[in-house]
């Protein structure tokens, strides 16, 4: 799907912090880094750091969402079929990169993280009404929401966590679990002979 996780301006000395803790989150988890390793990794002062991000949660909220919009952007799903497929690649993205994944799914699962609860649903939203617009309200909300909920970093987490799932099994699971809902919708797709009328 690949909606854009939208992330406030950040100056080049935020960047720098955010960029300088995910790398370190990497190498020795969230909970072993001081703000003075992520100002020497940064090449700052760690004033400069708490000026920017006051508490740990400021800063571990921000970095999440940086990592998710930069990190593990993707680009749009041009049609609502080929969101099992970016699904797909978004399990692998996360499983290459674990630690970070981790990171943005507890924050997200806490729900402190300010961000909408999917990034994509108005995607998903504008796909299903330019290409199945004769779905009821009901319908449209149920794909939706399973559709936004695989397309999570929660889910990899779940399927890591739960299931003990590799990396191959976790993205052809979200991705047959994708196919399985659109293929309730598939016989009442709009032509797009019809759609450019």
């Known amino acids: 799907m690949g909606a854009a996780v939208t992330v406030p301006e950040l100056s080049g000395t935020q960047e720098a912090i955010l960029a300088a803790y995910a790398e ?6 969230s909970d072993d880094v001081s703000y003075r390793v992520i100002a020497r990794r940064a ?11 006051p508490t ?11 990592i998710e919009a930069t990190l593990f952007a993707r680009a749009e799903s041009q049609s609502i079929f080929d969101v099992p497929l970016a ?9 290459e990169r674990p630690e970070l994944a981790h990171v ?7 729900g402190v993280n300010g961000a909408a609860p999917s990034p994509g649903r108005a995607q998903l939203e504008r796909l299903l009404d330019t290409e199945v617009p004769s779905l009821d309200a009901a319908q449209r909300t149920a794909i939706v929401a ?40 598939r016989d009442r797709v709009v032509s797009p002979t019809f759609r450019s009328r």
């Open 24 to 29: 370190l989150i990497e190498e020795v988890g």
């Open 43 to 53: 090449g700052i002062a760690e004033r400069t750091v708490f000026r920017n991000y």
């Open 104 to 110: 943005v799914a507890e924050t997200a699962m806490r």
């Open 87 to 95: 699904i797909r690649d978004a399990m692998l993205r996360y499983d």
């Open 146 to 185: 399973a559709l936004s909920h695989l397309d999570s970093v929660g889910t990899w987490v779940t399927f890591r966590r739960e299931f003990g799932m590799d990396r191959r099994d976790i993205a052809d699971a979200a991705a047959w679990a994708a196919e399985a809902v659109l293929d309730t919708i």
């Open 56 to 66: 740990r949660v400021d800063l571990l909220l921000a970095t999440a969402a940086w």
